[in-house]
């Protein structure tokens, strides 16, 4: 008897710790099991986080270019190419708001402000996307934010700068010479307001019509031509025909899109000399255009104040 009473006495005290010890081993598991829910739910959501960036950063990006090359979407009195930095910031967001609409981003609450900087024509999307975290809720983050942020320029190609002068000689008889195919490296797309510039002297304004063609037609986009300075726009045997400079608006002749450019000349050896005349003039002497410039084009910038500019293209302005 009296060696069984020390056994029990110690029983009696163990059981109290074993209690202690098994809730001090509970709290450690639960510990651990937040850790562990915690670290899968970083890397879940260092994953998440890096696709949804990546998916911003490019909607932010066709957002700003789309922006930008609706940057001169207003024409003056002469049809000269004016800037409209609201509309073209109206234009960004919008487009911004379609691309999220119909990509994985529309579940990330994805938005987006659109600034302009008038120095060099620039249109800025700065972007931004959250991604809800319950994983990480235990450790008191409930969401993280996706951020991007892009700058496009407006920019127009000079299609002449490689190729010179276009000279139209025609030859009788020759039907093929009476016209002049460009093909345009970059496709031209109808945007807001004048698409393309074309520039004769004000001198020997000679009759053309430009027409706009993919791989398979052609449309005449004369008769939304407005003129420049003392250039005429006449009817020359039921056709519209331009003499001189003039600006060209795609979607006036129904045409969205143009992978080269026709220019014809009217077979009629009259000029006029600024905005004077017609005078008569021999045979051969060419159509000559001097320079075309195409609209509604942007290139990417690095920030809102560094724009480079890509060979062939030049400021708008």
Do not use: W
């Not at 708001?97 to 900087?117: C, D, K, P, Q, W």
């Not at 608006?249 to 899109?257: P, S, W």
């Amino acid at each position: 008897m009296l060696n069984q009473s020390p056994q029990l006495s110690i029983s009696r005290h163990t059981r109290p710790f074993r209690r202690k010890q098994r809730g001090a081993n509970l709290a450690i598991l639960c510990a651990v099991a937040v850790m562990i829910i915690g670290f899968m739910g970083i890397s879940i959501y260092t994953g998440l986080h890096a696709f949804i960036e990546g998916d911003l950063q490019r909607a932010s990006m066709n957002a700003a270019m789309a922006g930008a090359a609706a940057y001169y979407g207003k024409t003056d009195g002469s049809g000269k190419p004016t800037p409209d930095s609201g509309g073209a910031q109206g234009i960004a967001t919008s487009t911004f708001n379609a691309i999220v609409s119909n990509s994985s981003l529309g579940g990330f609450s994805a938005t987006a402000t659109a600034s302009s900087n008038d120095t060099n024509d620039s249109i800025t999307i700065t972007a931004k996307a959250g991604i809800p975290t319950p994983l990480l809720t235990p450790l008191g983050i409930s969401s993280i934010e996706s951020n991007a942020k892009s700058t496009a320029r407006a920019l127009r190609y000079d299609l002449t700068q490689f190729t010179g002068p276009l000279k139209i000689q025609p030859v009788d008889g020759n039907i093929g010479s009476y016209s002049k195919v460009v093909q345009l490296t970059f496709p031209l797309v109808d945007g807001p307001g004048t698409d393309i510039y074309v520039e004769q002297d004000a001198a020997m304004q000679q009759g053309y019509v430009l027409e706009a063609c993919n791989n398979t037609e052609c449309y005449n986009l004369t008769p939304g031509a407005t003129k420049v300075g003392s250039s005429q726009v006449l009817t020359v045997n039921g056709m519209p025909v331009v003499y001189g400079t003039a600006t060209f608006d795609l979607g006036k002749a129904g045409v969205r899109k143009a992978s080269k450019l026709r220019i014809t000349h009217c077979n009629q050896f009259d000029f006029f000399n600024a905005g004077a005349g017609p005078t008569p003039t021999p045979t051969g002497t060419p159509l000559t255009i001097r320079r075309i410039y195409l609209f509604g084009y942007a290139g990417t910038c690095v920030d809102d104040k560094t724009c480079p500019i890509p060979a062939g293209f030049s400021p708008v302005e």
